[in-house]
């Protein structure tokens, strides 16, 4: 869970994450989503923020059926692929979903 302080402190990630969204054309319940999971999964390190910017919005979209592959929600964020790929299912469980044995 998060605070209000988190909201605050990071308030210039979220609006980068906002257009990020827009970008990707998620609808408000997916960019609410990724918001939640934005927040609840906040690195410590200022470096990690736009990994998990990305990686937020790509669970967010899973979740709320606005599926985009992880290609372009990096681009869109301007991280790697590989970025998208290496933390997605660790933030989809810590949302409490089981993660795809594929």
Known sequence: MYSARDQVENEAWLDDLEGVAERLGYGESAR?????LFLSNLPDDERSKRAMLATSLY?????????RTQAEVADAAGVARLTVQQRWKAVLESAGHDAPEW
Not at 32 to 36: E, F, I, K, L, P
């Open 32 to 36: 609410s989503r990724a918001v939640d």
């Open 59 to 67: 669970v967010a979209g899973l979740l709320e059926g606005e599926r």
